[in-house]
């Protein structure tokens, strides 16, 4: 199991708690360990996610002729539909795109986790630091 915890570190709460250190001893203390520090990572991510202004964001080619292809062919359907089935479309639009924003945030708070715990572990063993005393 990966774990952004030195088994030393575990294994160091365990003797100063009094605790004898096994397999289960040390999966528990490790998997509440990174509990804990994903719960702060989140927080720091959201934090940061309201932070990111418009100009900070980057649009790729792809995700540009994308965006637009999308955004004609709505165009296109919306020149289709009676003003009822119109009505009924703009409001699954609306909740679409709150979905899309939901699930951005979680991709971006996602990414911020797996980049840290990359940056930790590069840390860690490229260097042979412990960063997290």
């Known amino acids: 199991m990966k774990t952004m915890v030195f088994p030393t570190q575990v ?5 100063d708690i009094g605790v004898t250190m096994d397999s289960k001893t040390f999966e528990l203390g490790s998997r509440c360990y990174d509990s804990g520090m994903v719960s702060m990572i989140r927080m720091i991510a959201g934090n940061e996610l309201r932070n990111v202004s418009e100009s900070d964001e980057i649009e790729s080619k792809i995700t ?3 965006r637009e292809t999308v955004e004609g ?3 296109q359907l919306l020149r289709t539909l009676s003003p009822e089935h119109k009505k009924l479309f703009m409001e699954y639009e ?3 795109n709150s979905y899309l924003g939901c699930t951005g945030d979680d991709r971006f708070i996602t990414g911020f ?4 715990s990359y940056l930790l572990s590069e840390m860690r063993f490229g260097s042979g630091q412990d960063f997290l005393l």
């Open 11 to 15: 294994s160091n709460v365990a003797n």
């Open 64 to 66: 540009k002729e994308c």
């Open 73 to 75: 062919k709505f165009q």
């Open 94 to 96: 609306d909740e679409f």
């Open 113 to 116: 986790i797996s980049g840290f």
